[in-house]
């Protein structure tokens, strides 16, 4: 049974950080890529970040580029989202999916976590 959990998200200041992980189970975590997507009040689902099954590929929302980085642990069966310079824009819930190939669309990812609230306010 797949299981998704994230944790990490809190309140924070604009311009603060904060690292979301998301702790994968039951399946083979290196197989798949993972991605983070977030979801504002009143807004569709939008993709943040995705990372391949090694770790070696990486692509970013044009929104967090230069701000977020996705990172993983295969031995952890975890993957990361460090979010520094966080603007009030970036208040969302973030989801976090396992999918079998990279991609900024929401389709491929076929399970998701629960989510986790983060909060950009002065």
């Known amino acids: 049974q797949v299981q998704l959990v994230e944790s990490g998200g809190g309140l924070v200041q604009p311009g603060g950080s904060l690292r979301l992980s998301c702790a994968a189970s039951g399946f083979t975590f290196s197989s798949y890529a993972m991605g983070w997507f977030r979801q504002a009040p009143g807004k569709e689902r939008e993709f943040v970040a995705t990372?391949?099954?090694?770790?070696?590929?990486?692509v970013y929302a044009d929104s967090v580029k230069g701000r977020f980085t996705i990172s993983r642990d295969n031995a952890k069966n975890t993957v990361y989202l460090q979010m520094n310079g966080l603007k009030l824009e970036d208040t969302a819930v973030y989801y976090c999916a396992a999918g079998r190939s990279v991609s900024t669309n929401r389709k491929p990812y076929g399970d998701w976590g629960q989510g986790t609230q983060v909060t950009v306010s002065s």
């Open positions: 990372i391949n099954g090694r770790g070696s590929s990486t």
